[in-house]
DNA sequence: GTCTAAACGAGACGGTACGTCTAGTCTTAAA
DNA sequence: TTTAAGACTAGACGTACCGTCTCGTTTAGAC
């Protein structure tokens, strides 16, 4: 029936909104998940508590605006040189260097932490970061699969996995280097098995 | 130098150590991690809440030990029928099935989030759980090398982690199946790039 | 300089602060003062333990607000029928049944056990309900020595201090009855040094 | 019936019950009751925990014993020089003087605050310090009015009340000043009332 | 250019859980 | 058997936030 009172977002406060996010990224950066709250987001914007609650249903959704608004550029499409290992290898790079930037892996990692347990963002999160990350890279294996330079007989979706969970994996679990060298190594693996077969 | 005041671990319950652990694996597979707290875990066991903050630092930390203890039966070898394909197909099936168990899996996720945040937590679960897993695989795929089942030239443990990592990915994220035909189909990828080159 | 955060009285809850009040003061009858704790008020007002430490330092502090409200009806001067020593007596006997019922000695026990370590709570016990109480004595006798029914040169004060100690005293130590029959005789005692000298 | 385990003591250990007692004097002196604990005590005397709960009921009771052991000298007699009012000044005065001192004021304060909840350490500082004292002072008026300073008909008992009560008063509640001058105008008020009637 | 309904800042409210502290009981080893 | 030591269950402490609910105060669209 009714939801509710679903606010009028044409009167919505995008000073607030702006605000909120802002503060949220900051706070998230500075000490972490955990103690992120959403108190402090609003004492950090200048915003009442109720702002915040009537915009957005959970912390993790706030983080979740703020993250992909401001980080995500928006434009997903990998570089296609022709040469596909080249090609990973570069784009990989370059999120390993991004991946070093607090400002960039506070949020995400919060993220990460806020999905596992609300499903609800898990699919928020999914489709708006994870899933068209992993579309881009799927997408430049096909293109490869269509000039012969990779096996078309093999899964290009899988094949995007099998590089980026990995990646991930190290990213999250802090245990082990995440250099230029392990996605070197991680594009060859994996390219090896998309040889085409004689 | 002195810590506090380390507790004599000599004297400690192991009666109160035992409720503690299963009431923590008990409480998160009911209502999930972000609902489990110490409170609750103390209450369930029939303890005081100071023997909970005596032995643990957090309710990450019981939840290790419970699960370490409880769910990880020690031993980490893989099968070795001489078919690798087949024997690991064999054991990520049995995971894929062993991860349908919500007392499993709920504290599997669990710890999953309370790593993201607790650089700590983080080492102890990749150093009893996640890395033994990693080795075995590691250990197998080597095992194949060495008598000419797969590529020498390849890095045995990258392997390893891209046969984990996207099934730890699609299981983290909820977004897609986590199936036997997911991972046989990784596994024939990653196997693929490690086929002996003429 | 700035007190914390003053929390702002005129959106303060009179329904909250009524129920406050009248928890604690049964609270203390019921169990007496060392039984009295915060969390049991709070529950039995059915009100977030904050709002009492918003508004009150301490459980002492709760229960002379309470108890000032409740029980002090406000006037505080004697009947003057002209006989001193039948006013001092008819009043005192009236204090004593006073102080039979627990609803009204429970706090008022209470709040002398505070007022022992906890100064600031000693002077506002004092200044709201002891120091009221002598003042109108002191008045009640200044007005005999007016009118030449005691000796002028008497301290007022002193007296009335000498009537009310040992009242307070018995009622306190609980060693020795505390029965109209003694509080006669304190006053037939004072009164005797009150004479008027030829 | 067998009341629990009555320990043995004759076995009692002198030393710790010494320990015991100064360690909860200095503290209560330092501290105040409210922030004097079991284990405070224990910690400094340098005492197991059960080595307190097995002798006495309460930090009260130690209190107590620690009070009257050390600070009540056992004496209680009242000089007489023959000139009451003298007597009763010099030793209200010596009161006065004794009651600046932080150790002893300090577990006097603290049996007071202890007494007002607990019936039996009341009675027990009753019989061993305020009694006896009381009794004392009503001796010497006894005294004198046996030797005709004094009007036989009053009520010794009573009278001494009437001196000891508001000094307590006023020191119990630190709000008007314990001097010489305020004792010696209680004896003149008190002895006014006790004057041999023609 | 008002008028008026909303969104807003602020923050009090009923609650839950935190991590700490102490009570009083129980267990162990030493003397 | 008493003692020092200290782990145990129990539960209150005072604090931090939660998410809801008023309060006036802007403020922006409809009159």
Redesign the pocket.
């Known amino acids: 029936m009714a939801d509710k009172?679903?606010?009028?977002?044409?009167?919505?406060?995008q000073?607030?909104?702006l605000?909120i996010c802002e503060a949220a990224l900051s706070l998230v950066a500075e000490s972490g998940y955990d103690?992120?709250?959403?108190?402090?987001?609003?004492?950090r914007?200048?915003?009442?508590?109720?702002?915040i609650?009537?915009?957005w249903p959970?912390?993790g959704a706030v983080l979740l605006d703020a993250f992909t608004e401001t980080m995500v550029a928006g434009e997903w499409a990998l570089p296609d040189t022709g040469d596909l290992a080249a090609d990973l290898k570069t784009v990989l790079r370059a999120t390993v260097d991004e991946f070093a930037d607090p400002g960039f892996h506070a949020p995400y990692r919060a993220l990460y932490v806020a999905m596992a347990d609300d499903a609800e963002l898990a699919a928020g999160f999914t489709a708006k970061v994870l899933e068209p990350g992993a579309r881009a890279y799927a997408e430049r294996i096909r293109a490869a699969q269509a000039c012969g330079q990779a096996d078309p007989g093999c899964d290009a979706r899988l094949a995007a996995e099998a590089l980026l969970a990995p990646f991930a994996q190290r990213w999250l679990m802090r245990n082990q280097p995440l250099s230029h060298a392990f996605t070197d190594s991680l594009v060859d693996l994996v390219l090896a098995g998309l040889r085409p077969r004689g």
Not at 36 to 42: D, K, N, P, R, S
């Open positions: 009172h679903a606010p009028d977002a044409t009167r919505r406060s000073r607030s909104r605000a103690r992120l709250t959403v108190e402090g987001i609003a004492a914007a200048g915003v009442g508590k109720q702002t609650y009537r915009w959970s912390k």
